[in-house]
C-alpha cells in the first residue's frame, strides 16, 4: 500500500546497514514502520510504499518496500503551523477544524481565498477579519515556517528563525545553515548538521568544517572543562566528529587562525589550541594575580597582639598559622575538607580585619554558597556577580567593576572556590585593585568547575600563593559519619555504614529498577516519616547521571508524582517534555540577567538556583517560582529555563547543602563512579547520607581515583608572569588587547 506520513520519533537505526524503526503520524494515528531507507529524521514528511504486517509482540506495523521524501508540507506541519498561535485568532481547536475541512487545500484556500473559512464552525464575521488581517500580514512567514518545519525544526525553533532573519530566512538556511550557530540563541552544531544533511550541503564545506572545530572547541570546555586541546587531538576530533579526512591541514589551522575561530600558545614543543575568549581570560587572569602578589604590602597589623587577643583555645596550630598569614600575605589559599575549621578561620580573620577598620567583601560563586557562607559567619556575604555589579545585556552581562573601577574594599574572601570556571575568576581580578587582599577558601579535593578551567587548583600548583592545607577533624565533627566517612573515601577507605544512631546509611540493592523503587520509598515516606521532614523541601536525590533509570530525568517524573501527583485541583503546564505543577521543586538551569522579581527591585536568575513553584495559571500558561525569599513569574517559553530538581546531578549540587541527601549507586559510565564524585555527594549533606546500590560499585567508586585532567595554563602563565615586570608600555597593550572582551 502507498500513503504520506511524517515520521515523528526514530525508534532504532543501524547506520551500517540502513536498517531503521520509526514512528510515523498518518492521518491523526501512530504508526510504526521498519526496513531499510536512507537517513530520515522527525519532521520529515514522506511518501512510503509499505506492506501492513501483525507482530506477535509489538501489534501491527509495516515493512517498508520504497520511501521518498515530498516536498509538499505535511498536514501534521500545517496543523502546527496554524496552532502555533501565529496567526491571531486561530488556536489548536480552530486549526484543527480548519485542517479537517480542506486537507491538503488548506494553505491554498488561506492565501488565495479566505472567505471560504467562514465555513468552518467556530468562525465568525469578527473572527474572520482578524485572522484575514493576521494571514496578509504574515504571509511569507507561512513559507518560511513550513520550510523550516520540513527540516525537522520545532515550533519554537522555526518561530525564532524566522523572526530574526524575516524575508531573508529560505536563502541563509539554503547558503550556509550552520550561520544560525552563531545568530540563534538555542541552536547548535547537531542541528545545524542535520538541516546540511536534508538540504545536501557537502560534508566537506568549509562552513561545516568552520563550525565543527568551534562546536568541538566549545564541547572541549563546556562538557571536559578543558581551556584548550592539544592540536593533533583537535584534528582527529574533528575528524571523527564530521566523518571526514581533513586536508591541507597546516592551511585549514591558519585559516581558522585568521579568522579568530581559534588561537595557538605553543609550549615547549606542545601546540595547545584555545579559544580566542579563554586563551585571554586565561592570560589576563594570571597578569592580574600577578600584579596582586607584586604589590608590596603594609605591615598594618601587630601580629602577635591580633592573635593573643584571639580566644584561642579552641584554634589548633594550622590554624592560627591560616589566620596570621591573612595578615601578611597579599594572597591566602586555606584549602580542606569538611569539619576542618575552615568557617572557623573565617570568622577569626573577619572579627580581626573589621575591629582594625578595614573593610571587608564576603563572596561565592553561586547564590545558595553565599546563603551558607552567610548563615554560618553571621555576615552579609553575596555572589561574586552581584559583587562585581552585573549589569544585564542581551544574551549575558557586563560588569560594573572591572581594572577601571576596582571593587572598593581591604579584604575579599571567596569561599568555594573550586567552583570558579576561568571567566568568573577572570572577571573577579580584574575588578581586584592591586592593593586589596585575597583569601580563597574551598576543598580542592571536590569536583571542579562546571565550565572550563581548574582555577583553584592551578591557584594551589602554581606555588606562587602561600597555601594552608588543613586535615585535622575536629572533636564535634567527629561526632557525624557523614564528616568522617567523607575523609575515610577522600583517602581511599571504606565507610563507616549503618551504624546505630549515627547519620550515614547504606541499603544494599543490585537491581538499578529495584533501587529506583527504594529511592522513591525513602524520599516519600521513611525518611520523612522517620525524621520529621518535608518531604520535598529537606530531602534531595543526588545523582552521577542524567539518564538511566536512576538519572535525573527518570526519577524526576518519577518522585513528582508519588512527591506531587496530579490532582484535580492542582493546576499545571507543560513545555516541551517537562510538566511544571504547582508545589514543585525546580532549578534554573541557565543564567537569566534580566529576570525580574516580582516582590522585590533587582532582578538576575542564575544556573543552579533551586526554588519552588508557589502560583501557576493554565490558561496564560504562567507560572511563579520562589527562590529563597523572592519570587519570579515564567512564561511557558521561559519554562525552558527551568527543570525539576527533587533530584539533580552531583555537579549541579555544588555549593548546597541539604538537611538530608540520597545518592543512587549503581552502574554507570566509568568516569562518573569516582571517588571525588562521591566524596562531593556526600558532603552536600548536613544532617543524613543515604546510599542506596550496589556495594560492589561503590566500592569500585572509591578505588577509582582517576581524576580526568583539565587542560588549563593557568598555574604556568602565574609563574611567568611572576618571573618578568611588566612595565606600564606593556600593560597598556594588554589591556589594549582584552579591552573589547565582556564575560
Known sequence: ?????????????????????????????EIIVKGNSFKIMPGDFLEIEANKVYHPKYGEQYDLIHAERSDKPSLYNITNYLQSGIIDGIGKTIAKRIVDEFGENTLEILKNSPSKLLQVSGIGKKNYKRIK?????????AENFLYLQSLGLSLHQANIISDFYKEDTKKIVQQNPYALIDDIRGIGFKTADIIAQRIDIAVDSPFRI????????????????????????LISGVEKLLDIELKDKDDLIESLIVNNIISIDDFEGERRVYLPKIEKSELRCAMNISNILKEEIANEFDVEKEIEDLNSENLDEIQLKAIKKSMTEKMLIITGGPGTGKTTIINNITKIFKSNGKQILLAAPTGRAAKRLSESCGEEARTIHRILGYIPVEDGAVFEHDEDSPIECDLIIIDEASMMDIFIADSLMRAISPETRVIFVGDCDQLPS????????????CGQIETIRLTKIFRQAQNSNIIVNAHRINNGQFPILNEKGKDFFFIEENDPQKAKETILDLCANRLPKFYKKDEIEDIIVLTPMKKSSCGTRELNESLQEVLNPKTPATDEIEQSDRIFRLHDKVMQIKNDYTKEY???VGSGVFNGDIGRVTYVDPIDETIDVKFDDKTASYTKKECDGLTLSYA????????????????????????LLTRNLLYTAITRAKEIVVLVGDLNILKRMIANNKIMKRNSGLDRRIKQYMQVDIDDTEEEFMREMFEDEEF
Not at 563550525?211 to 592540536?231: L, P, Q, R, T
Not at 562546571?450 to 600548583?461: F, H, P, S, T, Y
Open 450 to 461: 562546571v565550565q572550563a578551567g581548574n582555577v583553584l587548583n592551578d591557584l594551589i600548583e
Open 210 to 233: 568552520k563550525a565543527g572545530f568551534k562546536y568541538y572547541m566549545e564541547m572541549e570546555a563546556n562538557s571536559n572543562g578543558n581551556c584548550y586541546v592539544n592540536e593533533e587531538d
Open 133 to 141: 488581517k493576521s494571514l496578509e500580514e504574515k504571509e511569507e512567514y
Open 598 to 600: 516580582i516582590d522585590d
Open 648 to 671: 539533580i546531578t552531583i555537579h549541579k549540587s555544588q555549593g548546597s547543602e541539604f538537611p538530608i541527601v540520597v545518592i543512587p549507586i549503581t552502574q554507570a559510565p566509568f568516569m
Open 1 to 29: 500500500m502507498k500513503f504520506s506520513a511524517t515520521v515523528k520519533h526514530i525508534i532504532y537505526e543501524n547506520e551500517s546497514n540502513g536498517f531503521r524503526i520509526f514512528s510515523m503520524d498518518k492521518d491523526g494515528k
